[in-house]
C-alpha cells in the first residue's frame, strides 16, 4: 500500500534481534516496580520462599509474584487468570517478569499465603513517601466506604431477612393452595396435570420453607446475627439509600491533606464508624511520624470514649458534634443555647441565671452513670422564658464527666472553618478512584484476611500512580535507590 506507513514483514530473519529492554522507555513506570521491588527485604517482610530450599522443583521467587500483581493492580488487572495471560503477551510484564510465564494458580495462591507480607510492602511504600517529606503539614482525613464482597445480598441472612422470607413463602403456598382448589373444579383432564403441578410447586416450597426455619436457628446462634454463605466474613451494611444497603466490607483510609496519599487503611465488616476513630487515628500517625497529627472526620465518627482515647497520644481528632435533640422542632431551647464556664463549673441560661452542679447518688454513680447535671431550682420557678425552655418543673441540663475533650475539639474545629470542606476533597476522592478502578464488581478474594491483602494492592497501586503523577517515574526511581 503506497503512501500509508508500512509495518515491518513477519518473515523478516535479522541477524541481530532487537534486545528487550530497548521495547520499555525510560520513564515508564514499569520500572518503577522493578526498582521498588528489588528493595525490598522480602525475607524480613516475610515472605514464604524468600530462601530457597535446599531440595526439590525451583520455586518462582516471590520478588517475580509480587511485581507482576503490582504491576496488575497498578494497570487494573487483578485476576490471576487474566495476569497469566498478560504474562504471554503483554511486553511490559514479559520485561517485567524476564520472559517468565507463572499459571494463575501459583499467582492466586501467592496472594493466598503472603497476606500479611503484601500488607507490609505496601507499608513500605508509605515509608518511601515519609522518608521523602511527603507528610509535613500532619493534617490527615479520615474516612470509610462500603465495598461489595463476592457474597449475594441472596446468600446473606438475618433474623429480619429470614421473616421477611417465611412470610414471602406462606403467602405464597396459600396462593397455590387456592389455585390448587380451583384446578378440583375445572375438568378432570385439565385438572389432573394442574393440580399436579401445583403440588409440585407447594412441595418445593415447604422444603424451603424448612431450610429458612434451620437457617433462622443458625442466626440465632451467631454472635453478631448474621450468616454469609459464600463469603462467611462479608456482613449486610447499610448505605446512605434507602433499600442500597450490600454485603461486603468497611473499608478505612486516612489521606494526607497535602498530597492526598493513602497514608494509613484498613478493612473491618463492621457497618458503622463510630469505633473506628481512634484506631485509624494512631495508624495514621505511625505511618506518618507525626509527633501530633490533626485527624479530620465527619459525625460518624463521633464517639466521646473514641475521642477521650485520643487524649495525650498526640492525635488530635476533629469531628462536628451531632445535634440530636428534638426541642428545637418543639419550638424550645437546645443545649447549644446554654453557656458553659469551665472555671466556674456552670451553665448560663438564656435568661442569664446559673445551672449549679447537683449532687450524684454514689450507687447510680457506680452503676456507670457518666453524666453530672445541672440545674437551677428556683430560678426556673418564675422565669418568664419557661414556655420556651422546658415543660417540666426544672430545665436540667446533662454534662458528661469527659466533656472537657469534646469542648477542646470543638475550639480546634472553630479554629479551622474550613475542616470539614478539606476532609471532603481529600479522603472522598481516593475512594471514587478505587471503585472506579474495580469497575462494577466486587472483592474478588473472600474472607477478612484475603480482602485485606487484596485492599493493600490497590492502596499500594494508588499511592504509586500519585507519587508518579508528583515527581515522574526518574526522580522516583532515584529515590527509591537512594
Known amino acids: 500500500m503506497k503512501r500509508f506507513i ?6 523478516q530473519i535479522t541477524l541481530l534481534p532487537d534486545c528487550l529492554d530497548d521495547y520499555i522507555t525510560a520513564d515508564n513506570p514499569v520500572r518503577l516496580v522493578e526498582v521498588f521491588v528489588d528493595e525490598l527485604d522480602l525475607g524480613a517482610l516475610g515472605f514464604a520462599g524468600a530462601v530457597p530450599e535446599a531440595t526439590g522443583r525451583p520455586a518462582y521467587h516471590p520478588a517475580t509474584l ?24 503483554n511486553i511490559e510484564l514479559i520485561w517485567l517478569t524476564g520472559w517468565l510465564m507463572p499459571d494463575f494458580k501459583t499467582l492466586a495462591d501467592f496472594r493466598k499465603d503472603n497476606g500479611p507480607a503484601i500488607q507490609a510492602a505496601c507499608a513500605q511504600f508509605v515509608v518511601l513517601c515519609r522518608r521523602l517529606n511527603l507528610f509535613s503539614k500532619a493534617v490527615v482525613a479520615v474516612d470509610g466506604s462500603k465495598f461489595k464482597a463476592v457474597n449475594n445480598r441472596d446468600k446473606n441472612f438475618t433474623a429480619a431477612k429470614v421473616e421477611a422470607r417465611l412470610a414471602q413463602v406462606e403467602a405464597s403456598i396459600g396462593r397455590y393452595l387456592a389455585a390448587l382448589d380451583r384446578a378440583d373444579r375445572e375438568p378432570s383432564d385439565i385438572a389432573e396435570a394442574r393440580t399436579t403441578r401445583l403440588n409440585e410447586k407447594i412441595a418445593g416450597l415447604r422444603e424451603q420453607m424448612q431450610a429458612l426455619q434451620a437457617m433462622g436457628r443458625q442466626v440465632e446462634a451467631a454472635p453478631d446475627g448474621q450468616i454469609s454463605l459464600t463469603d462467611p466474613d462479608a456482613r449486610s451494611m447499610a448505605t446512605s439509600g434507602k433499600g442500597t444497603g450490600l454485603v461486603g466490607y468497611n473499608v478505612q483510609a486516612a489521606v494526607d491533606a497535602e498530597h492526598h496519599l493513602i497514608v494509613a487503611h484498613a478493612v473491618t465488616n463492621v457497618g458503622s464508624d ?10 495514621a500517625q505511625a505511618a506518618t511520624g507525626c509527633t501530633t497529627l490533626t485527624v479530620l472526620a465527619d459525625r460518624g465518627y463521633l464517639s466521646g470514649e473514641q475521642v477521650l482515647a485520643c487524649e495525650g497520644t498526640g492525635v ?24 458553659y464556664d469551665a472555671e466556674k463549673d456552670h451553665y448560663t441560661c438564656p435568661a442569664g441565671q446559673h445551672l449549679t452542679k447537683g449532687a450524684t447518688r454514689s450507687d447510680r454513680r457506680a452503676e456507670g452513670d457518666a453524666m453530672d447535671h445541672y440545674r437551677n431550682l428556683t430560678a426556673c420557678l418564675d422565669c418568664a422564658l419557661k414556655p420556651r425552655c422546658t415543660p417540666t418543673e426544672t430545665r436540667r441540663v446533662k454534662r458528661w464527666v469527659h466533656e472537657g475533650v469534646l469542648d477542646a475539639m470543638q475550639a480546634r474545629l472553630d479554629r479551622m472553618p474550613d475542616a470539614m470542606k478539606i476532609r471532603r476533597q481529600t479522603v472522598e476522592h481516593p475512594f471514587g478512584t ?27 497501586a494508588y499511592n504509586m500512580k500519585r507519587m508518579i503523577q508528583i515527581f515522574g517515574v526518574g526522580p522516583l526511581l ?5
Not at 496488575?72 to 503477551?89: A, C, F, K, T, W
Not at 463510630?274 to 495508624?283: C, D, K
Not at 471503585?435 to 490497590?458: I, P
Open 66 to 89: 509480587l511485581k507482576i500483581y503490582v504491576y496488575g493492580y497498578l494497570n487494573r488487572v487483578p485476576s490471576s487468570r487474566r495476569l497469566e495471560r498478560e504474562s504471554q503477551r
Open 274 to 283: 463510630r469505633a473506628q476513630l481512634a484506631p485509624m487515628g494512631l495508624l
Open 316 to 339: 488530635l481528632p476533629c469531628v462536628p458534634k451531632t445535634l440530636t435533640s428534638g426541642h428545637a422542632k418543639r419550638g424550645l431551647f437546645t443545649g447549644q443555647d446554654f453557656v
Open 478 to 482: 532515584a529515590a527509591v535507590r537512594a
Open 6 to 11: 508500512a509495518g515491518e514483514d513477519r518473515q
Open 434 to 460: 478505587l471503585k472506579a478502578w474495580m469497575g462494577a464488581t466486587h472483592f474478588l478474594t473472600r474472607t477478612l484476611a484475603k480482602v485485606r491483602t487484596e485492599m493493600s494492592l490497590q492502596v499500594l
